[in-house]
């Protein structure tokens, strides 16, 4: 069988346009082909280094940051689990500087602890200058509430305002952002004809003062 060369080239030259788009659609095709098998390799050896990478979330450890008005401020490791109580034993405890009323009034000492937390304990003069206040729902202790099967049927906590004039030092720490050191300057520049004298005598800031105003008296 006789190979129609003649024939062939004419049909080449025919539809030489054509056979030419066909081949290069191919190379291109083959091309683009072999690039995209590479990168797709590079991909999985990168996903492979990644996940070699990634930390173990679920560690059985927390490192924590306590600082502030502790024996002891640091960084430490507690199990995973931990509460804010086991983070303040392993600071040594509140230091001498510490406000304990603001501390029990407003940290949960039951409150889980997570992964890099900070916990900060307000020193006393922090709480004097105003720098640290207490949300108001914590400390309106002038709410009344029920108790089922009284004959009243209602109280009032702590209905009676504090006498700066005649209150002891234990009475003035109950109020908020009042330490020890505080009630004594309050103690040592009575009497006050108003309360607003806390100001004028500057035994107290406007701020700190703001905080206490509804609580106290002078009579």
Request: aromatic share 10%; net charge negative.
């Amino acid at each position: 069988m006789e190979i129609d060369y003649a024939g062939f080239f004419s049909l080449f030259k025919k539809y030489k346009i054509e056979v030419f788009l066909i081949l290069t659609s191919l190379i291109v095709t083959l091309i683009s082909f072999t690039i995209y098998s590479k990168s797709d390799s590079q991909d999985n050896i990168d996903i492979v280094e990644n996940k070699n990478e990634i930390p173990n979330v679920k560690s059985s450890s927390i490192t924590i940051d306590v600082s502030g008005a502790v024996n002891s401020p640091g960084v430490y490791e507690l199990q995973n689990g931990s509460r804010i109580n086991d983070a303040i034993k392993k600071a040594k405890g509140l230091s001498q500087d510490a406000d304990t009323s603001y501390f029990f009034r407003n940290f949960n000492l039951s409150a889980y602890l997570f992964d890099q937390e900070k916990i900060y304990i307000p020193y006393v003069w922090e709480i004097n200058s105003g720098i640290f206040t207490e949300e108001q729902r914590i400390l309106n202790y002038l709410s009344p509430f029920t108790i089922e099967g009284s004959e009243t049927n209602s109280y009032i906590i702590n209905s009676e305002k504090i006498n700066i004039n005649t209150a002891l030092s234990k009475e003035l720490e109950d109020l908020p952002g009042i330490g020890q050191k505080t009630a004594q300057k309050i103690i040592e520049n009575r009497p006050y004809k108003t309360i607003e004298e806390l100001l004028s005598k500057k035994v107290l800031n406007e701020g700190v003062f703001e905080n206490i105003k509804d609580q106290i008296s002078v009579q």
